[in-house]
């Protein structure tokens, strides 16, 4: 007899925490295939704007006299060789440098412009074109794997970061950028976490807490406390694994909105400016606006070329140069 109510016992334990199992992973499914993308499209609703069809009639030039290389920073975070490549276009356009076509290929060269208040990088491309001969595109764009220079107080490292650095400090200079980022974004990951954290354990175990106390018809705080204590193991196994996927949510964040954590309140204050012409040059490059003229279409496609290429709105970037 007793042998039989034991196994009674073992049995319904068993059975009580297969269905308390079936239950979190209900709640855990509706969170992670309901809540959160609800979530996220509000979010993603209420940041781009619906845009109406309408006739452009002015051409739009990028705030704060910021170039492609710049621009892509602020959404990226670092920079590379597409923004190298949109440099270079953007100083064709300028004129500081110039496309021929030769029997080996097309070459760059140095001018015809001259300018004389021209960033570090800008320097270091016209002196590598300022030959005879002229410079291959790929040939220029590895030049920046062995650039030296005081400014990063770097001997030599890799083109992309030594480009990165370059224009970073010149934003810094202009009080664009802030010296040190990493304890905003990482403050920014930890309210990821917290979201994963209440989306993705909290909020389940609270509400299998709320069926128990339903079906048994009375509040359990020793349930509920036990509840919080498995809640705080899951979250203590879990955090490590989150926080990568948290960083890696809110770098691809940054992509779409921009880097918050690296941007100062000086230049937030013109971030809605910012927004809108990256989403300009990504309208017009998908050719989505009606333009007044076709000679407005093409001008404004083509100075919006180099900002198109640096925020990764052409795939086939190289064959401009080659």
């Avoid at 001997?155 to 950028?177: I, Y």
């Avoid at 079906?215 to 406390?225: K, M, N, P, Q």
């Avoid at 400016?273 to 309208?283: D, P």
Wanted: hydrophobic letters at 50%; a positive charge; charged letters at 25%.
């Amino acid at each position: 007899m007793l042998t039989a109510l034991s196994l009674g016992a073992v049995t319904m334990e068993v059975m009580g925490a297969k269905l308390l199992l079936e239950q979190w992973l209900l709640f855990l499914a509706i969170a992670l295939f309901v809540i959160s993308p609800l979530a996220f499209f509000k979010r993603w609703f209420f940041y781009r704007r619906r845009l109406k069809r309408q006739p452009i009639t002015a051409e739009y030039v990028s705030p704060l006299d910021l170039n492609p290389a710049e621009m892509s920073y602020l959404f990226d975070g670092k920079l590379h060789d597409r923004e190298v490549g949109a440099t270079i276009i953007h100083m064709i356009q300028r004129g500081l440098l110039h496309l021929k076509k030769m029997d080996n290929g097309k070459r760059i060269f140095a001018g015809p412009r001259i300018e004389a208040d021209l960033k570090s990088y800008e320097k270091k491309f016209v002196e590598e074109a300022d030959t005879a001969e002229g410079i291959e595109a790929s040939a220029l764009l590895k030049r920046f794997a062995s650039l030296k220079t005081k400014d990063v107080g770097m001997v030599a490292a890799s083109k992309q970061l030594v480009f990165t650095q370059l224009v970073h400090s010149d934003l810094q200079r202009r009080q664009f950028v802030k010296n040190n980022s990493t304890p905003r974004f990482l403050i920014g990951v930890v309210k990821v976490i917290l979201f994963m954290f209440a989306i993705l354990i909290f909020l389940p175990i609270l509400s299998l807490w709320g069926v128990s106390a339903i079906s048994a018809g009375t509040t359990d705080l020793e349930r509920l406390l036990s509840f919080a204590k498995l809640a705080l193991v899951l979250s203590g196994i879990l955090a490590l694994p989150f926080f990568g996927i948290a960083a890696l949510i809110y770098i691809q964040r940054g992509r779409i909105v921009g880097c918050d954590w690296i941007i100062t309140e000086k230049l937030g204050r013109q971030w809605s400016q910012i927004i809108g012409f990256r989403q300009y040059v990504q309208l017009v490059e998908n050719e989505k606006l009606e333009f007044q003229s076709e000679e407005l279409k093409k001008r404004s496609k083509n100075d919006t070329l180099p900002y198109a290429v640096a925020l990764g709105f052409v795939k086939n970037w190289r064959d401009l140069l080659s």
